[in-house]
C-alpha cells in the first residue's frame, strides 16, 4: 500500500510540473512579443536594426512615446478609435440584449429558424459583402465617416453577440420571469428588473470582445476612411511609415500606445469576463 500511495504521488507530482512547464511554455510564446515590442519602442531606429533582441544603450522609451504622440498624431489615432469603439460596442449590447432574450425566454414562431438564421452570419466572411456593402453606404452619404465602420462593424458582430447574450439567458432560471409575471410585471419589466441585473457577467464578456474586434479592425476602416484625421489605431500604425525609410522605435511605439486601452479594460473587468464566459458555456 505504501508504495502505491508513493508511485500515485510520483504521478501526481510529475503530472503538475508537465502542467506548470506548459503553462510557463505558453505565457512565455505569449509575453516574448510584448517584450520584443518594448525592448524596440526603447531603442533609436539604428539600433533596432542591429536586432529585436538586444539591449538598448540608451533608454528613450517615454522619448519615443511622446514623439508618437506628438509627431505621429497617436493621439489622434487613439481618439477616433474611441469615437468608433465606444458606440459600436453600445448598439452590439443593446441589440444583442434584447434579441437573446427573445430567442432565449420568449415564444414565438420560426423562432428557431431566425435564430439559425442569424447564425449563418457567423459563416459568411466580411469580403463577401464588402463591395455591396460599400455602395449601399456611399448611397446614403456614409463613405469617409466614422458612422460607415461603426455599421459595419456592429452589424458583423451581431450574430455572435446574439448567441452569446442568448447562451447567458438561458444559464438564467426561468422560474425568475415566471415570478415576475405572477406578479404583474410585463416582458419589458421582467427583463429590466429581473434579468438585466444578473447579466452583467455576460455583458463585460461582450465588452471585452467587441472592444477587441473593434478596436483591432482594419480591414473596415481602410476601405471605408479616406481622412488621415478619421484614422483609427491600425490605419495609422499602417501609415506612419515614409516612402523610403521606416522608423521602426516609434512604429513599436505606437504599438504600445494603442495596446494600452485594451490591457486596462482588460484588467478591470478579468474578474467578471471570466465568470460570464463560464456562465454562457452552461448551455448553448
Known amino acids: ?12 507530482s510529475v503530472g503538475r510540473v508537465i502542467v506548470y512547464l506548459f503553462l510557463i511554455g505558453a505565457a512565455m510564446y505569449t509575453l516574448i512579443p510584448l517584450v520584443i515590442v518594448g525592448l524596440t519602442a526603447s531603442k533609436s531606429n539604428p539600433e533596432v ?3 529585436p533582441l538586444t ?61 439559425y438564421l442569424i447564425l449563418t452570419g457567423l459563416m459568411l466572411p466580411f469580403q463577401a459583402v464588402m463591395i ?12 469617409n465617416t466614422y458612422w460607415s465602420v461603426i455599421i459595419a462593424i456592429a452589424s458583423g458582430s451581431l450574430p455572435f453577440g446574439i448567441f452569446m447574450m442568448r447562451s447567458f439567458f438561458m444559464s438564467l432560471p426561468t422560474e425568475l420571469i415566471e415570478a415576475a409575471r405572477i406578479d404583474g410585471c410585463s416582458e419589458i ?25 473593434t478596436w483591432n479592425n482594419f ?5 471605408f476612411i479616406h481622412d488621415n484625421s478619421l484614422r483609427p489605431v491600425p490605419l495609422g500604425l499602417m501609415f506612419y511609415q515614409s516612402e523610403y525609410q521606416t522608423n521602426y522605435s516609434l512604429i513599436a511605439a505606437g504599438v504600445l500606445i494603442s495596446i494600452l486601452p485594451l490591457v486596462i479594460l482588460f484588467a478591470i473587468l478579468q474578474r467578471r469576463f471570466i465568470e460570464g464566459i463560464t456562465m454562457g458555456a452552461l448551455k448553448g
Open 1 to 12: 500500500m505504501a508504495v502505491k500511495k508513493g508511485r500515485r504521488k510520483r504521478v501526481f
Open 132 to 143: 455591396s456593402l460599400y455602395f449601399l453606404l456611399n448611397r446614403f452619404h456614409l463613405i
Open 55 to 115: 539591449f538598448p544603450s540608451e533608454f528613450i522609451l517615454f522619448k519615443n512615446l511622446r514623439e508618437a504622440w506628438t509627431v505621429g498624431h497617436f493621439g489622434m489615432y487613439i481618439k477616433n478609435s474611441i469615437i468608433i469603439t465606444v458606440p459600436t460596442v453600445l448598439i452590439v449590447m443593446f441589440l444583442a440584449t434584447f434579441a437573446g432574450y427573445s430567442f432565449a425566454k420568449l415564444r414565438f414562431k420560426a423562432k428557431d429558424f431566425l435564430f
Open 49 to 51: 536594426l542591429r536586432g
Open 189 to 213: 419589466q421582467a427583463l429590466w428588473y429581473v434579468m438585466l441585473p444578473l447579466s452583467f457577467p455576460g455583458w463585460i464578456s461582450l465588452i471585452i470582445f467587441q472592444s477587441m474586434w
Open 219 to 223: 480591414i473596415v476602416p481602410f476601405l
